[in-house]
């Protein structure tokens, strides 16, 4: 099992990137897959997740209505789409798998314990 995590950068305040991670090894369809956000010095916190097929999507507070997940099952990639971003978006972005025996209640996906599968990571910096 592999998830290539890509796309972070440099960013000024207020500005936008998207984030990519391919997954190999395992299906979409059976697996959840989440993002990760570890800001320097902090533990890592969940930022979103999505559940089967590109179905079923859930939300951090500190992220609802700036980013959005979505999925390309052919592609076997999972996008976060980040925008608005600030200062204390600063960090290292992980992405996640889990097998995905059901419905588990929201909080679950965002927990980074619930996991199994780790990619290595991409770093992104917002800065003016």
């Known amino acids: 099992v592999q998830l290539q995590a890509s796309g972070g950068g440099l960013v000024q305040p207020g500005g936008s990137l998207r984030l990519s991670c391919v997954v190999s090894?395992?299906?979409?369809?059976?697996?959840?897959i989440g993002w990760f956000h570890q800001a320097p010095g902090k533990e890592r916190e969940g930022v979103s997740r999505i559940r089967g097929s590109g179905g079923f999507t859930g939300y951090g507070d500190s992220v609802k209505g700036r980013f959005t997940i979505s999925s390309d099952n052919h592609k076997k990639t999972v996008y976060l789409q980040m925008n608005s971003l600030n200062f204390e978006d600063t960090g290292t972005y992980y992405c996640a798998a889990l097998n995905d025996r059901g419905f588990r209640g929201s909080a679950y996906y965002l927990k980074s314990e619930s996991y199994e599968y780790w990619g290595q990571g991409t770093h992104v910096t917002v800065s003016s």
């Open positions: 090894g395992i299906s979409l369809g059976e697996h959840a």
